[in-house]
Each structure stands twice: as C-alpha cells, then as structure tokens.
C-alpha cells in the first residue's frame, strides 16, 4: 500500500512539536531513546497475514509511518511521509530460529527517524513457537500509543487468520486530530479550575533541583561516549496469589494497587542499599496525558512524566506512608501537575539549544523508572481471552492460531538512571519487567535487586 492509497484525512506533513524535539534529542546510539516490547507466542506465525496487518496500522496511525523530514543544522522541524521501503512492513526483520538459540537476543540498532519509521519489528520463528519484538521510538508513541499500535497489530492479524477483514471491530479514529496532538488542554475547565495550584507544583519542582538522591549506577562512566548496547530486559510472573494479596490490601488502606507496588518499589531499593545514610530516593513516573478530547487520537506520544521523592526515615509506619503516596499521585493527577513538565518543555524549545542540552543532559534524573501499563492485552475485546485453572492459573491469549504466552514491555534507560521497572496485568497475574544497563549496574545487583523487589511484593 503506497501513500497514494493512504487515508485523504492523514495531515502530512506534520509540524514536529516541542515534547517529539524533547525525545529526538534525548536519543543517542548508546542509548536509544526506544521502547521495547517483547511477546512470545505457541504456535507459528503466518508471514502474509502478519506483513498485512502491519500494513493496517500503517493505515490507521500516520505516525507508525511518519519519518523526520531532512534538515539543515540541528533542529528537525517536520514529519513527512515515509516512502514505501521505510515502512514497517518492508523493514521488517523475519528469521528462522535454531532449536538452541537463546530467547530474545536481539541486539536492535537504533532508529534514525530520518531514514525509517519510529517502529521497527523483529519476528523469530520456530516450528511450535514465535517470537516477536516491537522497538518503538518514543519521540513517535508513547507506552500507551505503542500498546494501541500492538493491539491494532494483534487484532488485524488475528481477523485475517480467522477469514475476516483486518478492519473488523476496530474502533474508528480521527486521523486529523493528530495536528493537536500537542494540546495541554491549559484552557480547558478542568485545568482552569486549578490553575491557582500550580505554583505548588512549581515549588515541588525547585525542590527536586536541590536535592541529592539515590544512583544506583556506577556515576564514574561518560554515558554518551559509550558504544551501542543490547538491550537487558527480564521479566517474571507473580502468582495469582501474590497479586490477590496485593488487591486486598489496597482494598484494605483505600488506595490503589498502584501505589501499594510503587510503596514496596521504595522498600526495596532502601533494602537493596542494605542501610546507610537516609538518601532520598527518586522514582520518576511516567503519565499519560490523554483526555476525554483524545478519544478518537490515533497512536502518538501524550505523556509527561513526575518525580517521586521518599527516603527511608518516610517509611516507618508503612500504612500511612501508602496511603499519603495514594494521596500524592492523585492530586498530581487531579491538578495535572504533570502539565508543568510540558510547559517547561514548550517554553524552552522557543531556544532550542537549551532544549537540547535539557534533553542531553548527561547526568542522572532519579534513581529508577517505573511505569504500571495497567492490563494491556487481556482485555482486548477483539481477542479470545480464556483462563486455565489447573495448577497455577494461566491466561490464553488467542491471536489467530497463535497463543499469547508470554510478554514484556519496557522503556528506555537513561544515563545515570540504570533501572526501569515496568508492571502490567495479565488476567490474574502480573508481569514484572525490568530493563538495566549493564555498563552502569552489574548483571548480579540487577538481579538482587529485582529479587528484592519480587520478595516485597510475594510477602504479606
């Protein structure tokens, strides 16, 4: 499918808007600003209809075929339309896997938007198994638009294996919406109602600049000027059980699940620090930003990001320490702190170059990542999800002929800021995935680290 067949409402070309500039100028080859999502599947995928239901989100969101139009000096200023070998359907990298290869070793290049698409997909087949992995830019979607693009992605393929049109069932979209894609929504009545809060976030802000936290990376090692590296990702399943235990408490304190795992995130790094001085730990948040007005937004990036500060002396009645985080996280949400992120952001790209240097920053923004994508699949109403109960209970995710087993989602690493611990739900069970970098936090304490963390959360 040519660009002459695409949808007449697609408004290429397209201005690229301050947070797209933030994340282009975030990526480095040593590391690639990128989002990684991994799946493995029983079964053997069928090569024609999963290259055709690529080709169906390509239709569906411009921006998985959207590539950085050519540009004098350092500032990128445009998204045009990929020609035809720089979609994903014609780069993408199909093998035959060998009866002993290792599982996922991969090792993606990174992608330069001015010579292909923001995604990029890797497909591993074997006889009864198939892996696939998604590397998405994040100046292109956010974790919740690369979950839209992937749904669309498994639906399609799905419809077509079972003999129906990839289209069926899919929710219509608005591809002109994508031109204000860029909106805060600072006029909106829900904003407006309080904007006499924010300088409280602004003051939280300043705070966060005078203040000494937790790195749990080596601080000695010029992140930039190191080599591309592949990317480390591990994930586990926590037992039905574990995560029964985990709803009952939220049930029991009033607060969310959310901010019971985002609790016992900071236990863990304390105990994994195994004591010392009381050093704040930072955890950044990455946020959604969509609104009730975004419903009908094909995939993009509409997302900030909060920092979360706590150290160990906040953790000695860890009821109220729960509770008083549920309470934080929702009043961010509620006055859309997360807004001021990208205020800051827009107001600085009037200069560019500071723009630039904000994003290139070679020095750590907190101490570790975490992101909770809620249940990203089972709940796909176009996909029959069935759950197994004999023995541990397990969650069938039907794909064609394929079954969904296994998956991991994860963004990016940042320099200084080693670790990224992204959760989902997956019927009765929850998926922990932690992506590290090697070169600055060794393969063994990762792996404590992500012990003590899955310790925390089996515990009662």
Not at 32 to 54: M, Q, S, T, W, Y
Not at 98 to 127: H, K, M, N, W, Y
Not at 314 to 338: C, H, M, P, T
Not at 363 to 378: C, E, K, Q, V, Y
Request: proline share 6%.
């Amino acid at each position: 499918m040519n660009s002459d067949s695409r949808n007449s409402g697609t408004p290429f070309p397209l201005r690229i808007n301050s947070i797209e500039k933030f994340h282009l100028f975030d990526d480095a080859d040593s590391f690639p600003n990128n989002l990684f999502c991994r799946f493995v599947f029983d079964g053997k995928a069928d090569r024609d209809h999963a290259i055709e239901a690529i080709r169906f989100f390509e239709d569906r969101h411009p921006m998985a075929r959207a590539v950085v139009e050519p540009f004098d000096g350092s500032i990128p200023r445009k998204w045009i339309e990929a020609r035809t070998d720089q979609l994903p359907s014609s780069t993408i990298i199909w093998e035959q896997g060998r009866p002993a290869q290792p599982p996922f070793d991969f090792s993606p290049e990174p992608l330069d938007l001015t010579r292909q698409c923001g995604l990029q997909i890797f497909v591993r087949q074997f006889e009864n198994r198939t892996e696939a992995m998604v590397q998405v830019h994040h100046a292109v979607f956010d974790g919740g638009g690369g979950i839209q693009v992937i749904n669309d992605w498994l639906t399609a393929y799905n419809n077509l294996n079972n003999g129906r049109p990839a289209d069926a069932g899919a929710k219509k979209l608005d591809p002109g919406q994508l031109i204000r894609r860029n909106h805060l929504g600072v006029f909106s009545r829900a904003y407006l109602r309080h904007i006499y809060k924010q300088p409280i976030a602004l003051f939280g802000a300043i705070k966060f600049l005078f203040r000494s936290f937790v790195r749990l990376g080596n601080r000695n090692v010029d992140s930039r000027s190191r080599k591309l590296r592949p990317a480390e990702i591990t994930g586990r399943w926590l037992p039905p059980e574990s995560l029964s235990k985990l709803r009952s408490e939220a049930e029991r304190l009033g607060v969310h699940l959310n901010s019971i795992l985002l609790a016992r995130l900071f236990y863990s790094v304390e105990a994994f620090r195994s004591g010392g001085d009381d050093q704040w730990i930072r955890v950044i948040l990455p946020m959604s930003i969509r609104e009730v007005a975004d419903r009908r937004l094909s995939a993009a990036n509409r997302s900030a990001v909060v920092q979360i500060d706590r150290r160990q002396s906040n953790f000695s009645d860890k009821d109220a320490f729960v509770q008083y985080l549920n309470r934080e996280v929702g009043i961010i949400r509620l006055w859309q702190f997360s807004k001021l992120f990208l205020m800051v952001i827009r107001m600085m790209s009037v200069f560019p170059g500071w723009l630039k240097r904000s994003a290139r920053n070679p020095d750590s923004r907190g101490s570790l990542i975490f992101t909770n994508l809620g249940n990203p699949f089972s709940r796909n109403r176009n996909l029959h999800t069935r759950e197994q109960r004999t023995g541990d209970e397990i969650v069938d995710t039907e794909v064609g002929n394929l079954v969904l087993r296994e998956f991991d989602l994860s963004g990016p690493v940042k320099p200084g800021t080693p670790v990224n611990f992204t959760v989902q739900e997956h019927g009765p069970r929850l998926r922990i995935t932690m992506h590290y970098d090697s070169r600055e936090i060794s393969e063994s304490d990762a792996m404590r680290l992500f012990d003590v963390y899955e310790t925390s959360l089996n515990d009662d």
